[in-house]
């Protein structure tokens, strides 16, 4: 059974950087097909995917946060990090990892953490 | 940049009824497409994958279709744990639609 949780600071002034770690089991981020994803949810909003990384160290943006996004792994320690530069209060949103097997969907998600963005 | 569309907004749906829900990309995505429930509070569940597999664990209730642009995922015989966003998803490029919330009538 995979299992991912995500962790890191609930309040980040604006102009700040965030960075955020999720921790799995149940996968290995060293097996060829393996990803894993970011997505976000402003309060009352839809879902937004934010990045990939894959097993080769390969990753993927969403074009409209690329220039702010960052994304590494710790397949050793079973974690991988986003990083977003430069937050703004519209960066206020529950963030979640989710696994990404082999280009395929979401299958399972962790239960997402709150961070808000003020001063 | 490829987008997806989602309708109804609201659906209200009487218990037992189906509902039935939209998605629409705006280009060819094939089957690329996977639905999600989200229940206030929780994170998204994979619901159906392909556009039409269920993912394991998941009521026949439930039932994908649809190729190219237009996707549809209907629920059948609703129940009060059916109560969600629903949002769909196209894994070229993962970005999701907007969401229908059903609620019952």
């Known amino acids: 059974q995979i299992t991912l949780k995500e962790s890191g600071p609930t309040l980040v002034k604006p102009a700040q950087s965030l960075t955020l770690t999720c921790t799995f089991s149940?996968?290995?981020?060293?097996?060829?097909?393996?990803?894993l994803a970011w997505i976000r949810q402003p309060p009352g909003k839809a879902l937004e995917w934010l990045a990939l990384?894959?097993?080769?160290?390969?990753?993927r943006f969403s074009p409209s946060l690329e220039s702010r996004l960052s994304v590494n792994k710790d397949p050793s320690r079973n974690q991988v990090f986003l990083t977003l530069s430069n937050v703004d209060p519209e960066d206020t949103a529950t963030y979640f990892c989710?696994?990404?097997?082999?280009?395929?969907?979401?299958?399972?998600w962790g239960l997402g953490t709150m961070v808000t963005v003020s001063s | 940049e490829m987008f997806l569309t989602q309708s109804p907004a609201t659906l209200s749906v009487s218990p037992g009824e189906r509902a039935t829900l939209s998605c629409r990309a705006s280009r060819n995505i094939y089957t690329n497409l996977a639905w999600y429930q989200q229940r206030p509070g929780q994170p998204p569940r994979l619901l159906i994958y392909?556009?039409?597999v269920r993912a394991p664990g998941i009521s026949d209730r439930f039932s994908g279709s649809g190729s190219e642009t237009e996707f549809t995922l209907i629920i059948d015989s609703l129940h009060s744990e059916d109560v969600a966003i629903y949002f769909c998803q196209q894994y070229d490029e993962w970005f999701f639609g907007p969401g229908t919330k059903v609620e019952l009538k």
């Open positions: 392909d556009a039409s």
């Open positions: 990384i894959y097993w080769d160290d390969d990753k």
């Open positions: 989710a696994h990404h097997p082999d280009g395929q969907a979401f299958d399972f």
């Open positions: 149940g996968l290995s981020l060293d097996t060829s097909g393996e990803s």
